[in-house]
């Protein structure tokens, strides 16, 4: 009988001393990682590597087009293969299903339109890779021979893969039944935009593309499902971040008590936001399982992960910086397309955490982004680790001279051409970077404690000031000024 992970890794390494009479670790001690041992000597265990008697392999078929109506079926060639348990669509799991679509994970105000993913492609596909059909069999191999024998007719139809063409009048519509392809529309700000600008010795702008990103873990997703039906109990060994998510998604979908249901998670090789996902091979590896009463496994390749596993962005910025003579920042405003694909899987968290964060490590008077998101024919948007483009440029937000380059609109003593930048901005850019603190845990600091503290060797009240990497450090709590 196999060790379960943590018994094992416990077996492998002794608890580490305790340092205190509460027996917990302190600050600053060196803690034991406790599955090291394991991992590093080739004794961990994935989803892959769960091996149960019985077991039976999926493959999945897979759209080959971005947008087409599906006709129809034919799968007695594959069933015809020796070694080809059963082939599943989304009309043999109905009867299972208390609901067909995967409600959304973080529901929103600002949705224009509900676009939930489901359980396998519902009579229309809208983007590459999006599952049909479910192989089983008693190899990979066989599995994925058989689904190649599928034949599924489509009529196509037109494809959108531009979020900004998608908004545009007149555009093709990403769902056939949908009336637009705005998927949500919001806006985050504060303080006074207009007069900011309207007033600002200089104004820059610039576009920017974030474009598309993936994970690309070092193991792909993966599930083992096992029914048991004399407890009538569904068990799915998965590589998630989020088991007690995908056992609230099975509920829901099964109409069954949560008693019922265990998500189980092995070791994890990398997750990076995709894996908190549940999605249609979730369920239907589940939904094989309990049709066929046999252990059924499925490991993603790394094909599938390019077309079917969430990605994030892309997203379009048009943005503004309003500007002193002296590099001060007064205000920032813009507008973002952002690129949700095909479904809704995690909300529109990746689009606001944009917004959000744009402003995270400046003081910045005034602020304004309109965000619209944009169904388009592409894999399904959600949060990648470091998912957020706006951490990838918002360095240059503190607008040193040729830091913004673009359409320059400055008032002064002339009007001829832009006045430039005070020259202290221009002598001493550490002072421009001096008056922006990189904050940890805390979107902002107000301006009251800002002016205060600004020009404080330490700063009062805050704690002991530290040298970091050679800067003035002051830390409070869980916050970190670097000065």
Known sequence: ??????????????????SGSDGHKSFG???????????????????????LPGAAHAAFVRSPHAHALIRSIESSAARAIDGVVAIYTLDDFRPCLAMERMAVGLPSPSYRQERDRPVLADGEVLHVG????????????????????VDVVYDLLPAVADCRESLKPGADLVHRDAPHNELAAFDLGYGDVRGVFASAPHVYSESFWQHRGGSHSIEGRGCVAVYDDVREQLTLHSSTQAAHSARAVLVDLLGWDETRIRVMTPDVGGGFG???VFYQEDISTALASILTGRPVRWAEDRRE???????ERDQYWNVEIAVDDDGRVLGLRGSMIHDHGAYTARGINLAYNSALVVTLPYE??????????????????????????ARHFRDGADARPGGARTRNRSRGNSPQKPRSIGKDAVRAPVEIARRRALLFWIPAITRAAWKKHCGAPAMPGFGKGRRVRGKKAVISGSVLLIM
């Open 364 to 389: 910045i008077p005034a602020y304004r982004l309109d965000e619209t998101g944009a169904d388009q024919q592409g894999a399904v948007d959600a949060g990648p680790r470091g998912g957020p483009p």
């Open 305 to 311: 992960h390019f077309i079917a596993s969430t990605q």
């Open 130 to 149: 999006e599952p049909v059909a479910i192989v089983v069999a008693e190899s990979r191999y066989i599995a994925e021979d058989a689904a190649a024998l």
């Open 1 to 18: 009988m196999q060790l379960s992970v943590c018994a094992r890794r416990m077996a492998a390494e002794p608890a580490p001393a305790a």
């Open 274 to 276: 995709p894996k908190v």
């Open 29 to 51: 001690e060196r803690v034991t990682r406790l599955e090291d041992p394991a991992l590093i000597t080739g004794r961990g265990r994935f989803a892959d590597d769960i091996r």
